[in-house]
Nanobody, 124 residues
């Protein structure tokens, strides 16, 4: 079982940057692929970024490609999301998720464990 705790959210001006962190518990963290999702008020949760268990493969939503970078440190049980050139439309609660054995890294159902989320607000 994996427990996830996000941090690093906050209020930032458009064009600014934030780095989200996700701390994972458990000794098998390196066997999980990880993802970041987000949900804005009144909207469905959407995929943001994926990283494989080894960190060798990453995948991004078109809306964040070139601006966001996902990374992980398996020695520290951490996953990160570096967000640059932030836009007001990035405003949402951002969630870290962990999965194993699923398919479709952009699908919520591929992930069995979720954090509580951290709010990111981008003002124009």
């Amino acid at each position: 079982q994996v427990q996830l705790v996000e941090s690093g959210g906050g209020l930032v001006l458009a064009g600014g940057s934030l780095k989200l962190s996700c701390a994972a518990s458990g000794r098998t963290f390196s066997s999980y692929y990880m993802g970041w999702f987000r949900q804005a008020p009144g909207k469905e949760r959407e995929f943001v970024a994926f990283i494989s268990s080894s960190g060798g493969n990453t995948y991004y939503a078109d809306s964040v490609k070139g601006r966001f970078t996902i990374s992980r440190d398996n020695a520290k049980n951490m996953v990160y999301l570096q967000m640059n050139s932030l836009k007001p439309e990035d405003t949402a609660v951002h969630y870290c998720a962990a999965g194993r054995g699923g398919s479709g890294p952009s699908e919520s159902r591929a992930y069995g464990y979720w954090g509580q989320g951290t709010q990111v607000t981008v003002s124009s």
